[in-house]
């Protein structure tokens, strides 16, 4: 079983810049694909982004590309998404995933430990 924890959230004018960090524990953190979702008030959870098990690549949602970036650091058992540009609708709160798949991409059903969430709030 993996335990995450997200951080790095807040309050952000637009434009700005916030890098959310998801640090895991439990079990071996590079078995694992990572995902980034985020919830909007009265909103469905959409995807954000995803990084396979050994970071060799990223696939992204429409609405970040270009202003998202995700990373990992497997000997430190995290992974980051690193935002700028920030919108006010980027409002929300932000979930790590972990698939046991090498690579889960956009589907929530193939992701296996979900972590608390941390909110993202985009001022205008």
């Known amino acids: 079983q993996v335990q995450l924890v997200e951080s790095g959230g807040g309050l952000v004018q637009a434009g700005g810049s916030l890098k959310l960090s998801c640090a895991a524990s439990?079990?071996?953190?590079?078995?694992?694909?990572m995902g980034w979702f985020r919830q909007a008030p009265g909103k469905e959870r959409e995807f954000v982004g995803s990084?396979?098990?050994?970071?060799?690549?990223?696939n992204y949602a429409d609405f970040v590309k270009g202003r998202f970036t995700i990373s990992r650091d497997n000997p430190k058992d995290t992974v980051y998404l690193q935002m700028s540009s920030l919108k006010p609708e980027d409002t929300a709160v932000y979930y790590c995933?972990?698939?046991?798949?090498?690579?889960?991409?956009?589907?929530?059903?193939?992701?296996?430990?979900w972590g608390q969430g941390t909110q993202v709030t985009v001022s205008s």
């Open positions: 439990g079990r071996t953190f590079s078995s694992y694909a």
């Open positions: 990084i396979p098990r050994s970071g060799s690549s990223t």
């Open positions: 995933a972990a698939s046991s798949l090498y690579s889960a991409g956009p589907y929530s059903y193939r992701y296996d430990y």
